[in-house]
């Protein structure tokens, strides 16, 4: 069992920063892959990054590439998703995830979820 709680969303302008947290529980969390996904109203939840258990891989969507980063630290229990150059189409509710070893791309892989911080940035 795995049990998340994040943290570091807010209102800011465009073209600020965020830093996202995502603790973590559970004495085996080392071994799972981690991921970021957002919902904005109204819309499906998508993919914003993922990295591996070692943290030696990281994936990111296309709308973020460049933008955000992923990093976790295992010794803390903590993924973290650091949000640079935000736009007002980045605003949603940033849920963190884990996984069973592999990353993946697509919600329905994880199985684990937190319950959400909502990042909202004005234009």
């Known amino acids: 069992q795995v049990q998340l709680v994040e943290s570091g969303g807010g209102l800011v302008q465009a073209g600020g920063s965020l830093r996202l947290s995502c603790a973590a529980s559970?004495?085996?969390?080392?071994?799972?892959?981690m991921g970021w996904f957002r919902q904005a109203p109204g819309k499906e939840r998508e993919f914003v990054a993922a990295?591996?258990?070692?943290?030696?891989?990281?994936y990111y969507a296309d709308s973020v590439k460049g933008r955000f980063t992923i990093s976790r630290d295992n010794v803390e229990k903590t993924v973290y998703l650091q949000m640079n150059s935000l736009k007002p189409e980045d605003t949603a509710v940033y849920y963190c995830?884990?996984?069973?070893?592999?990353?993946?791309?697509?919600?329905?892989?994880?199985?684990?979820w937190g319950q959400g911080t909502q990042v909202t940035v004005s234009s």
């Open positions: 995830a884990a996984r069973r070893v592999a990353t993946s791309t697509s919600p329905s892989d994880y199985d684990y």
């Open positions: 559970g004495r085996t969390y080392s071994s799972y892959a």
């Open positions: 990295i591996s258990w070692s943290g030696g891989n990281t």
